[in-house]
């Protein structure tokens, strides 16, 4: 076993503590990883607040070098800048993974945290730690001119808005609309942009209208106003919705184009829809999650072409209590990273 350090949280305990963690010894085809950078996603708060019965490291997109290889390892060496999300293996035989989906592995793909290693059963350690190893066909090199604190949030946040926003087609001369501006959401207006798309956000914030303006967006729409919702009606051919708790879904359904689509990306839980919101206007619903390899790397190269990464607020990742607390107020600008180094202290 190898031994780092890194922000654990018990089982009967939110909080995150210093801690001495194991990684496995490197299989054939796996890297070892010194992890630089690490963002603090919405999903890290839900984590160590939901009800389990092991210990949680949370951290499922970041940034790092290569310190080591297996033996089968043929695309990295030691040295790489690399970058890894929120999935780190899948089963790669069934159609999802051969079509590249492997987020949509019909054996679920091995998540970067809170996941079960596929060959040795063992609870996987997200990286919130100074090291992490991995399988090589789950690690992306890190395109040149990308920033590795900025570019980190782009492994969960960024590939969960890309995809959908690909798969939706926007682009030139569509519409689209980003509710939540947080995380995933100032870089799904980043992506929708940069993309060529005529972009909107939705938010419950007014403070946030110029930093919708900076980020491209064309305007802001406040949802705690119905006459702009109302103004807005059947505007966009794609709602994209990053919004991080339980919502009513009508408001946003009313929103969309005929024929569009409103995709549910911040809410994982149950959803409830009234039939006459996707009716009228022959709307779709949808969701998703993550990204395969192909996208992925595809993102990675789009964001480098285009000066896309995060805007961030870099802290130590002994900070990381105060960092959550925060990010539970909404007082985040627009992701956090945390910066491993003082972990080597
Ligand atoms: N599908 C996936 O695979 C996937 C991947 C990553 C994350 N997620 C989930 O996506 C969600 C967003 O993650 P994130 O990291 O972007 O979170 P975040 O940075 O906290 O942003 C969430 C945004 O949601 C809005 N919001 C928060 N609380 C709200 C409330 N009570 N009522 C209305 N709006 C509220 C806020 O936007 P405004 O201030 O602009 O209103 C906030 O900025 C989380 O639930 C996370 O778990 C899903
Ligand atoms: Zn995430
Ligand atoms: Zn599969």
Not at 49 to 57: E, G, I, M, Q
Not at 59 to 71: K, L, R, S, W
Not at 143 to 162: F, Q, R
Not at 278 to 307: D, I, N, Q
Request: with cysteine; aromatic share 4%.
């Amino acid at each position: 076993m190898r031994t780092t350090s890194g922000w654990l949280a018990g089982p009967d305990d939110p909080a995150l503590r210093r801690a001495t963690l194991h990684r496995r010894d490197l299989r054939d085809d796996d890297l070892a990883v010194r992890v630089e950078y690490c963002g603090v996603c919405h999903t890290d708060l839900h984590a160590p607040h939901s009800p389990r019965d092991t210990a949680l490291v949370p951290g499922h997109e970041f940034t790092g070098v290569v310190t080591a290889t297996g033996p089968a390892v043929t695309r990295f060496a030691p040295g790489d800048p690399v970058a890894v999300g929120n999935i780190v293996d899948s089963c790669g035989t069934c159609a999802m993974c051969r079509r590249g989906q492997e987020n949509f592995c019909a054996e679920f793909p091995t998540l970067t945290y809170g996941g079960t290693d596929r060959h040795d059963g063992s609870p996987t350690l997200g990286a919130f730690s100074r090291e992490y190893v991995v399988r090589e066909d789950f690690a992306y090199r890190l395109p040149e001119g990308l920033d590795p604190a900025a570019a980190a949030p782009l492994l969960c946040a960024g590939i969960t808005v890309w995809e959908p926003l690909r798969a939706l087609g926007a682009g030139p001369g569509t519409r689209v609309a980003v509710a939540g501006l947080g995380g995933l959401g100032h870089l799904a207006v980043k992506l929708a942009v940069a993309l060529g798309a005529e972009t909107t956000v939705i938010s419950r914030s007014a403070a946030k209208a110029a930093d919708a303006k900076r980020l491209g967006a064309r305007d802001l729409l406040l949802s705690t106003d119905p006459q702009q919702l109302a103004a807005a009606r059947d505007r966009f051919d794609v709602v994209l919705d990053t919004i991080a708790v339980p919502h009513d879904l009508g408001p946003y359904l009313r929103l969309v184009a005929l024929d569009g689509t409103l995709s549910q990306v911040g809410h994982l839980g149950s959803l409830t829809v009234e039939a006459m919101d996707l009716l009228v206007g022959r709307k779709k619903l949808t969701s998703a999650g993550s990204g395969g390899r192909t996208e992925t790397a595809a993102m990675l190269e789009f964001c480098a072409r285009h000066g896309v990464a995060a805007d961030v607020e870099v802290v130590p990742s002994a900070q990381v209590n105060e960092v959550l607390d925060r990010l539970s107020r909404n007082d985040v600008r627009y992701r956090f990273v945390l910066d491993l180094a003082d972990l080597d202290a």
